[in-house]
């Protein structure tokens, strides 16, 4: 009976974290924009630190195949991901941030696929909560730029991470 109670736990726990047939394996890529300026606008540039790092963003994802790249409407995400956009050859898209129904498009119009997303100290773990059906992240500290998720999603709450330093 103990045999049976745990080949059957080993069943259930396998089907949860495991695609069935014909599900696809999403993978969102997460990064918080790069150092910016402070210099109070609105919409600050990257500094010298914050270009680097985008350039080494690019470096680590050289051998990655991207599907797509969307960023906030502001300087310091666009520019945290053009030199993989130009590297890659593919566009930039703005989304709304912190709308759960715009991460449910790009889960749905890329399924199966890679995507890198650009976002904020608050936005990054806000998205990697609702891929993941938990609250496992909080809001990165104000300067904390080194983050890299990598959420691996089958269904929306049934999803593998990898959270990295770059």
Same mark, same amino acid.
């Given at each position: ?5 745990? &080949? ?10 495991? /695609? ?11 990064? +918080?924009h ?18 680097? +790092?985008?350039?080494?963003?690019? @470096? ?15 300087? +310091?995400?666009?520019?945290? &991901? ?8 593919v /566009? ?22 890679t995507i890198?997303?650009s ?5 990054? /773990?806000?998205?990697?909560?609702w ?25 929306k709450?049934?999803?593998?991470? @990898?959270?990295?330093?770059?």
């Amino acid at each position: 009976m103990q045999r049976i109670l745990l &080949v059957w736990l080993i069943i259930a726990t396998a089907s949860m974290s495991t /695609p069935s047939l014909g599900q696809q394996l999403t993978t969102f890529i997460l990064v +918080r924009h790069a150092e910016k300026v402070t210099d109070k606008s609105k919409d600050p540039a990257l500094t010298s630190e914050g270009n680097d +790092r985008a350039i080494r963003l690019a @470096t680590i994802l050289e051998k990655t195949t991207l599907d797509a790249i969307y960023t906030t409407p502001y300087h +310091r995400t666009r520019s945290t &991901v053009e030199p993989v956009a130009k590297q890659k050859g593919v /566009p930039v898209v703005e989304y709304e941030p912190q709308k759960e129904s715009v991460i449910d498009g790009m889960l749905a119009a890329h399924a199966g696929k890679t995507i890198l997303v650009s976002g904020h100290s608050n936005t990054i /773990p806000e998205i990697a909560n609702w891929l993941t059906g938990s609250q496992t992240f909080t809001e990165f500290d104000e300067n904390d730029f080194g983050n890299l998720i990598i959420v691996t999603v089958i269904t929306k709450g049934n999803s593998k991470v @990898t959270w990295l330093r770059y």
